[in-house]
Every structure is written in structure tokens, then in C-alpha cells.
């Protein structure tokens, strides 16, 4: 495997690559996608030796086996975490494509109208259930500060809390002045009052949080990296964070008062 991190004695210049028998990775950050909430895993790592140019690699020395672990979304004191496997999968995907004949443009109009369900819910992993499921409790009340909105399914269940959605809806990353245009007049033709924060400077509308009150009163907040859209959900790697936390939900909702 070619590696681009050469040692400071070598002088490596930028561009510069070499095996990695000859430049061993010194630092390696691994992923198991096909791990899901609820899985009790444990992980070792054996490293592979080179006998030669061309000879089939063997095993080397292993590391011990961490602790079983089961895999859970609660971080403790009120926070839970969620993530989503997006296009990292980059070989899976491109077989994906390969298999059903889709180009680019196909595929990407297929995760925005949720053509393939379960392939785009594989994308998603535990964060597109999450962010559906804070629209879905029973009389909750959504103050939401978004920079990008633009998908069918999100913008459906942001839809379905009518009245009880209060939207401060920025204009995005577009070129055209208004990357959510569509998903605005969506939502507005759906009966969804917006609040219009147009922003010449784009990064200053870079908000994506959700405060969820329970009677009038913040409960809880939902924030991290992920923006409202079908590239933040299904391309991009992203996480989402839901704060249980009375007081910090309060601060958030002064806050999105504040940019109202």
C-alpha cells in the first residue's frame, strides 16, 4: 500500500510516495461500518509482513483483544451521540452503481427521493432515524436554526409538525444567492412559515441546531456536523448530538431568539 507520510530523515518532498514496507504507516485510524447500535464487538490488530516483491503478504505480530463492547448511542450525563456511513464507503458505493447501472446524476437524484430505501437507510445509519425522530413526539414544539435544507424526507417530517415548527432558515451554500430555494417555497406552499435569513456572507448562517421544548419549556437540543440536506445525510461523514439538558436547551433557544 502506498504511503504519502514520509520520516523526517528521508526529506520527503510534498507529492512523495513509497511503499508502506518502506514507509510503514505511523498512525492509522480504521472504521467499522458494517458495525450497527446494539452489536457487541471487540477489536485486535495483526499487522501484514512483506517477505519480498511480488510474495503474498503473512501474518505478523497481533495486538491483544480489546474488551467486548456493546454499541450504544448514550455518551453518559445526557448526551447521545449518532453517526452515518455516507460515501466513505467509497468502494462499496462504486460497485453499488456499477450493479444497477447508475451514473453519478441517477444516483444522487436516487438518494434524494429515497429511491433505494434500504440502501439510502445503510447510508444514513443511526443519525437519518434520529433527526426523523425528533419531528415525530407527540406535541413537541421545534425551534430549528438550518443552514442547508434540501431533502424529501427531512423536509417531509419538518412538514408534518405544521404550527410547531418555528424555522430560521438561512440561504445555504448555492451560487445562485439561495441553495434552499426549493425546500423553502416546499415548505411554505406546505402552509411552513419561514424565517429568511439571507446572508450575503454564506459561512455566518452555518447554524444547525433543533431545540425541542415539552409544554413551552426547552428540553432538549439537537446540534453537531450534519446539515438538513441529502448530502449531509447520505454523502458526507457527519455525526449528530442530542443534548438532554434543560439549561443548555434554554441557552439555545436565547440564542435562536437572538437570530430571529
Not at 528521508?10 to 452489536?39: L, Y
Not at 461523514?237 to 433557544?253: K, Q, S, Y
Amino acid at each position: 500500500v502506498e504511503n504519502r507520510v514520509g520520516f523526517t530523515k528521508d526529506r520527503p518532498k510534498s507529492g512523495d510516495h513509497r511503499p508502506s514496507d518502506v514507509w510503514p504507516f505511523q498512525r492509522f485510524n480504521w472504521t467499522d461500518h458494517a458495525a450497527d447500535v446494539g452489536n457487541v464487538v471487540r477489536y485486535r490488530v495483526t499487522a501484514m509482513m512483506s517477505t519480498g516483491p511480488g510474495k503474498p503478504l503473512t501474518k505478523g505480530v497481533s495486538s491483544d483483544w480489546t474488551e467486548w463492547k456493546t454499541l450504544a448511542t448514550d455518551a453518559g450525563g445526557g448526551f447521545s451521540c449518532y453517526f452515518n456511513r455516507g460515501l466513505v464507503l467509497s468502494q462499496f458505493v462504486a460497485r453499488y452503481m456499477a450493479k444497477n447501472r447508475l451514473t453519478p446524476a441517477a444516483f444522487k437524484k436516487s438518494l434524494q427521493t429515497n429511491g433505494d430505501a434500504k440502501f439510502r437507510a445503510f447510508l444514513e445509519g443511526d443519525l437519518g432515524l434520529r433527526m426523523v425522530g425528533l419531528t415525530q413526539g407527540a406535541g413537541d414544539e421545534l425551534h430549528a436554526a438550518l443552514y442547508e435544507l434540501g431533502d424529501a424526507t427531512l423536509e417531509t417530517a419538518l412538514i408534518g409538525l405544521g404550527p410547531r415548527l418555528h424555522l430560521i432558515l438561512a440561504n445555504g451554500s448555492d451560487k445562485s444567492g439561495d441553495g434552499n430555494k426549493d425546500a423553502r417555497k416546499n415548505l411554505n406552499d406546505h402552509g411552513i412559515a419561514t424565517i429568511d435569513r439571507m446572508l450575503k456572507s454564506k459561512g455566518l448562517g452555518h447554524n444547525k441546531f433543533v431545540v425541542v421544548s415539552e409544554d413551552g419549556e426547552p428540553k432538549k437540543v439537537w446540534t453537531g456536523s450534519t446539515n438538513w440536506s441529502t448530502t449531509g445525510l447520505c454523502t458526507q461523514v457527519n455525526n449528530g448530538l442530542l443534548i438532554e439538558d434543560a439549561a443548555v436547551a434554554a441557552h439555545f433557544r436565547r440564542h435562536w431568539d437572538l437570530l430571529k
